[in-house]
């Protein structure tokens, strides 16, 4: 079950990118935060991480969750986010993207098939549009761009994804934009067996009883500027604990393998999930695999990270 | 695929109600796995523009033309159309990649498949569009035009009565 992971640090003070692969003993995901990069907090309680499944961009019905983390108040802070950002960072060969420190002027980041860059964000006046002025300088306009307009977090210039709390986080860190395209792809071993598994997931979202909530892979029309509840983001923005209930490890499991869990798809969850993880990854998958991934980063989790210290 | 009508063959099309997509994208990805065996959005036969949100956004895929411009433009004669199922088809083991087919679409839909190392387009899945088949908001559907055109004036003929109501469409 174990997974090689790749992740982007980014130290925003020094303009330095440095690429690393980091080995999971399960999903990686969340277990990344654990205990991969609790170095890393130790040595900037500002971090902000961004990491994926291993089923995100894949195409499966929730296959979105992209987790933001960081330290507020000395809490461990996970907030799940949809959008294609998080795709797209897989198809550029990034499981995980880390930002570190503090520039000294407000930066542009590109991400172009997984190579990173920081540039200068020139000067705004008044009435500029920064998604507009980003996209102009693109040197690959075929991704994603987030902006940040100071109250939230904008994906292409239109989807409101991220809450104030995390806007402010971009603008402690100075981030005006982060853009990522990419020409990759991620390979599926069965993609037969895969597409099938898709076709019949999201042919029972089809049904006439389900017309009114969308699956969410890549959707974003609840979260779209000037709709929905601006602060609807906040409630997730809480350290999650897991308790040993089936349905909480059901849940757990999901979002390590970057699936959202819908109650318009079949339940229970874990049958398709594996399902799906067989297909893609080539391998059987069992649910009890899941489960078990599932309690070690519950446990990981229950020690009580503190300022990036599980003591 | 195809059925008489009058004499005249007429063939089932792909059409995108662009009032119902909300640009999630899983056509793209879907797309590529089935031709791709990997999701690989970027080379996918049917790609989403998504910049600018739902009134800018826009779904380019072939629309077989009656008169292909990328046939003309093929500088190998690479591209044939097919009268009886209606397809316009990229003979790929001929394609050198010049690009011309991409330049002169009007809606560049011809897209490069790094793997054949070849300009293709979209084949409807034999008949049976993988990515109808996903769409979550059933925005893209695979039908006989009159039908897509009926359905098209029903909705925007009520969207029209509800205004003059002066109520909104639930």
Not at chain 1, 30 to 35: D, G, N, R, S, V
Not at chain 1, 239 to 255: D, Q, V
Request: glycine share 8%.
């Amino acid at each position: 079950m174990s997974r090689t992971t790749r992740c982007l640090v980014i130290d925003l003070s020094d303009r330095h990118l440095a690429q690393r692969e980091i080995q999971c003993e399960h999903f990686g995901g969340w277990e990344i935060h654990l205990q991969a990069l609790r170095p890393l907090w130790q040595q900037d309680p500002t971090a902000l991480a961004l990491s994926t499944g291993p089923l995100v961009g894949s195409g499966a019905p929730g296959s979105v969750t992209l987790y933001w983390c960081f330290l507020a108040g000395g809490e461990w802070m996970i907030v799940p986010m949809s959008g294609r950002f998080g795709a797209y960072l897989r198809y550029s060969g990034i499981d995980h993207l880390i930002l570190l420190g503090r520039p000294r002027h407000a930066v542009d980041i590109s991400l172009l098939d997984g190579v990173g860059k920081l540039k200068l964000a020139p000067p705004l006046k008044t009435d500029d549009d920064i998604f507009q002025r980003v996209v102009q300088n693109l040197d690959d306009p075929n991704g994603v761009v987030l902006s940040c307009n100071g109250e939230c977090v904008m994906e292409d210039g239109y989807f409101k994804l991220a809450n104030p709390e995390i806007a402010r986080r971009f603008q402690e860190k100075r981030i005006r934009s982060l853009a990522t395209s990419s020409h990759g792809k991620l390979p599926i071993a069965d993609s037969d067996a895969f597409l099938q598994t898709c076709i019949a997931l999201y042919g029972s979202y089809r049904s006439p009883q389900n017309n009114l909530f969308p699956v969410p892979y890549l959707t974003l029309c609840g979260e779209a500027r000037n709709e929905g509840d601006a602060n609807a983001m906040c409630a997730d923005a809480k350290p999650i604990c897991y308790g040993k209930e089936r349905a909480a490890l059901e849940l757990f499991a999901m979002s390590l393998l970057g699936l959202r869990k819908e109650d318009c798809l079949p339940q229970p969850p874990i049958p398709w999930a594996a399902e799906l993880m067989t297909s893609y990854t080539g391998r059987p998958w069992h649910e009890e695999d899941m489960i078990k991934a599932a309690c070690h980063v519950g446990e990981l989790m229950e020690r009580g990270m503190r300022h990036g210290d599980n003591d | 695929m195809e059925r008489a009508k009058g004499g005249i063959i007429v063939k089932k099309i792909l059409a995108i109600d662009r009032s119902i997509c909300n640009g999630c994208g899983i056509c793209e990805v879907i797309c590529s796995i089935k031709h791709k065996h990997a999701a690989c959005p970027s080379e996918s036969r049917i790609r989403l523009q998504r910049f600018g949100g739902p009134l800018q956004q826009y779904v380019a895929y072939c629309q077989h033309c009656e008169e292909p411009i990328c046939a003309t433009a093929c500088l190998k004669g690479a591209i044939d159309k097919y009268a009886v199922p209606g397809l316009v088809v990229h003979h790929y083991e001929q394609c050198f990649s010049c690009g011309a087919c991409e330049v002169m679409c009007p809606l560049g839909a011809p897209v490069y498949d790094s793997d054949l190392d070849a300009y293709v387009t979209c084949d409807l899945c034999g008949g049976d569009p993988v990515c109808v088949q996903v769409c979550p908001t059933k925005a893209l559907v695979y039908d006989f035009p009159e039908r897509i055109n009926a359905a098209f004036r029903c909705q925007q003929g009520a969207d029209y009565f509800y205004r003059l109501q002066g109520r909104e469409m639930l």
